[in-house]
């Protein structure tokens, strides 16, 4: 049969998950690279994109893969993303700002970096703790209204003036309220800069010597800085994907799904499954609140603006296209997300606006459809390529239920891990035990079926 | 995990009653605080009655609203998360047609087709209000109601109907969807800027012994709201159809089994609903003044929580469930900052899940 020979060839290649993850990478990078010489861009600016494509595609990945635990292998749907990623920054953002940070600024506590990432993530386990302890027991789509809830909840707290400055103990501290708080410096710059909060003050050897080397390509200094902390954001992300991969292979990981295939016989062989569900929620809350960190706490303020419940659906986006339930299929569907849905059509509608030459765009929709009584499609193609901001969404929009309707199980869904450990449906008896559970065609088909 | 366990504990001990008790003492608390802020005139009793109005006028808003939502969650089986749009897309289609009756003439048709999001034709200059320009604003909820049904029933017969027997959770994500690409197309054509809809609200009555202003538009909306509410009531309790609705709502296997024709129910269901929610949008932008693209989303979890609050399926709990939400978030102000007004509509929600997590009218459905 087919399927055995290309068992065989994945077994010859090695590492097939990883092949795939680089080859949507190579896909995106040339797709972006294709757009820049198109649009004639320098080598820096093309670097720049590629750097800004990946730190996105890794950013998602990190949050999808915390959600994949929650929903995609315990069957929990968190629609409050945002709100969990909120309080991690936010507690993060708190406990490291300065006590004293000038007169824009808000004052925090002054702790080292490490100690607010590990604040922000206990934090966000434990308000994930505080909804899931009694909503656990609700209906999937009950708990769903509730995240969401929630998730708005957090972020009219810290959009509030009520919070925009309290104190703590004696402490001055606050969330900053709608104008937002700052972020701790990135210490990845340490590595460039003697002194990381003003580049100014001069370079370390390292940062010299890199940064010439990057310079003569044309790649300016901010660039050759965020590529770094895009690779840290990569080590973060296999890190995340093997603990993940690790949770789920374990026998904790085989009760998760059995509670998502049914959670009826989980609790009647005597499984605590809501003590189960309640660890799996804080424990992915934990993640999102660590990926929250990394990727919005690296930015230089932080606004309550960056915790839209529209970012929640857009990881939910990610992970349907990738498949829930298979943390490949997570990252893959953070790459196509990014380079498709979310940077792609900007891109493209520089390119056919460069290249066509239009007039300006007509300012509103009647002047835009007015040509068309003189069959002249040209205002409303200029108006559409304006408003590209708009049509993304629909073009999100119109992905979502292709994919819901086509193929629920999204690109690497058919890969679902089956909640047995053993594959009952295995006829080969000499077949490798080691084998990941993952990479096994016809059994899933049928624990597919078994859970639609 | 250990206080799960102490949790469970604590519930079996103080039987099931643990929650109930709880939320009694702290309504007991604010109910007798409310009382020492009325004897010690730290809150004037003006004030309370317009917290409740306010309150009872959002609350009609949202059981409007609602009531679309509860019937499609009870009889299609899933949380409809574009009913906000639906909301959104009835309302811009109305106050299209209202300023073109109401300006034609006087303005360019393209700026009164932008209702005052970009152009000239903004609200104030058009002139639209109840009194001022009734037939513009009955055609225009007629329209809102016409168009919202045969939006509803074409994105049923394309998306929904083919998804008919998938799983809840597939149908939600679906219906995200749907949010986004009508949220989208409407800021595609209408720009993403909030409008002044209506001219004025006057004249305004004054309550007698109360003191409490009522106007013109909100007592439109009131009246209009009741009227939709006992035309629905009548449909559910009194006709064939009503009957075969709640059966479909009760067990849809056994009322397929039992011959009703249940596509026809779900188109019947998505006109009713529609119906509402496009007036229910129309009234929006009537009682508040305002609209923009997200008007309907930024409601929607309002009208979640309504219909939660009442249990899923009971459109009677939906309206008392939106007068619930609508109350406590105004009345709210009396405690704390009017930042939180919607967080604490959202935690009055969760406090009854965690009670009664079959709502409010628990059991009932579509009766």
């Not at chain 1, 893969?65 to 709100?83: E, M």
């Not at chain 1, 969401?148 to 703590?168: C, D, H, K, P, Y």
Request: charged content about 10%; some cysteine; overall charge neutral.
């Amino acid at each position: 049969m087919t399927r055995n020979r290309a068992d065989d060839l994945r077994a010859r290649i090695g590492d097939t998950d990883l092949v795939l993850v680089l080859g949507v990478m190579i896909a995106m990078y040339a797709m972006f690279t294709a757009f820049g010489l198109l649009l004639g861009l320098g080598f820096g600016s093309i670097v720049s994109t590629l750097q800004q494509i990946t730190f996105l595609t890794a950013a998602y990945a990190l949050i999808v893969l915390a959600l994949n635990l929650q929903w995609g292998y315990a069957g929990l749907l968190n629609i409050g993303v945002a709100g969990f990623m909120a309080v991690g920054v936010y507690t993060m953002a708190i406990l490291t700002a300065s006590p004293d940070p000038g007169p824009t600024g808000v004052p925090g506590f002054g702790l080292p970096l490490l100690v607010g990432i590990l604040g922000g993530m206990l934090a966000a386990a434990l308000f994930g703790g505080l909804v899931a302890l009694p909503a656990i027991r609700l209906r999937a789509d009950y708990l769903a209204i509730v995240t969401l809830a929630f998730g708005e909840i957090i972020r009219i707290a810290v959009n509030s003036q009520t919070f925009q400055s309290v104190s703590v103990l004696g402490f001055e501290t606050g969330t900053g309220g709608s104008r937002g708080i700052q972020g701790p410096t990135n210490p990845v710059r340490a590595l460039y800069y003697t002194d990381p909060s003003n580049p100014a003050l001069g370079r370390t050897e390292i940062g010299g010597v890199i940064f010439d080397a990057f310079g003569a390509l044309g790649v300016e200094e901010p660039v050759v800085v965020d590529l770094t902390y895009t690779l840290v954001l990569l080590g973060f992300v296999v890190l995340f994907y093997v603990l993940l991969t690790r949770i789920v292979k374990s026998p904790f990981g085989r009760v998760l799904k059995a509670i998502r295939e049914d959670e009826l016989v989980a609790k009647s062989l005597g499984k605590h499954t809501s003590r189960f569900k309640i660890i799996t929620f804080m424990t992915g809350c934990a993640l999102m609140g660590l990926g929250g960190i990394l990727w919005q706490g690296s930015q230089s303020l932080v606004t309550p603006d960056q915790f839209d419940p529209l970012l929640t659906f857009y990881v939910f986006i990610a992970l349907i296209i990738g498949g829930s339930g298979s943390n490949t299929g997570g990252v893959i569907g953070a790459a196509l997300f990014v380079g498709l849905l979310f940077q792609g059509p900007v891109f493209a509608s520089r390119l056919v606006s460069n290249f066509a030459g239009f007039e300006s765009a007509p300012n509103t929709f009647p002047d835009a459809v007015a040509g068309l009584g003189s069959l002249d499609v040209q205002p409303l193609v200029a108006y559409s390529l304006s408003e590209i901001q708009s049509l993304r969404f629909v073009l999100v929009g119109v992905v979502l239920i292709l994919v819901m309707a086509k193929r629920p199980q999204g690109v690497l869904g058919h890969r679902k891990s089956p909640a047995v450990g053993v594959d009952p449906y295995r006829r080969d008896p000499d077949g490798d035990e080691t084998e990941s559970p993952t990479d096994r065609g016809n059994a899933n088909e049928a624990t597919e079926s078994d859970s639609s | 995990m250990n206080i799960a366990t102490l949790l469970a504990g604590g519930r079996t001990r103080l039987g099931s009653h643990f929650f109930e008790l709880l939320v009694g003492v702290g309504l007991a608390v604010l109910l007798f605080d409310l009382l020492r802020r009325l004897v010690t005139d730290t809150l004037r009793v003006f004030d309370l009655f317009l917290f409740v109005k306010e309150g009872i006028v959002l609350g009609l808003v949202i059981g409007l609203a609602g009531i679309g939502l509860a019937l499609t969650y009870s009889i299609l089986h899933f949380p409809n998360f574009a009913h906000g749009d639906y909301i959104t897309m009835g309302a811009f289609a109305g106050w299209v047609v209202s300023y073109v009756i109401a300006g034609l003439g006087s303005f360019d048709l393209r700026d009164l087709f932008l209702i005052g999001v970009r152009g000239d034709a903004g609200g104030v200059a058009v002139g639209t209000s109840v009194v001022q320009t009734p037939v513009a604003i009955v055609t225009g909820l007629l329209v809102a109601i016409a168009f919202t049904i045969l939006a509803t029933i074409l994105i049923d017969r394309v998306i929904y109907r083919p998804m008919r027997d998938e799983g809840v959770i597939t149908l939600l994500i679906t219906s995200v969807g749907v949010a986004l690409i009508l949220r989208y197309s409407i800021a595609f054509v209408w720009g993403q800027e909030t409008t002044t809809l209506t001219a004025n609200s006057r004249p305004q009555f004054t309550a007698p012994g109360i003191g409490v202003q009522v106007s013109t538009h909100e007592l439109t909306l009131v009246a209009c709201t009741l009227v939709l509410i006992a035309g629905i009531h009548y449909l559910i309790q009194q006709t064939k159809l009503g009957t075969a609705m709640r059966a479909m709502a009760d067990n849809p296997d056994l009322a397929a089994i039992t011959g009703i024709p249940t596509e026809r129910v779900v188109l019947a269901t998505w006109i009713i609903a529609g119906g509402a929610t496009g007036a229910a949008g129309y009234l929006v932008g009537l009682e508040t003044g305002i609209l923009a693209f997200n008007t309907g989303w930024t409601l929607l979890l309002l009208i979640f929580a309504a219909v939660i609050l009442g249990g899923v399926g009971s459109i009677y709990g939906a309206i008392f469930g939106g007068l619930v939400i609508g109350i406590v978030s105004n009345v709210a102000l009396v405690w704390i900052p009017s930042d939180f007004t919607t967080a604490a509509a959202f935690l009055v929600m969760i406090v009854v899940l965690l009670v009664k997590p079959k709502g409010l009218f628990e059991g009932v459905t579509t009766a």
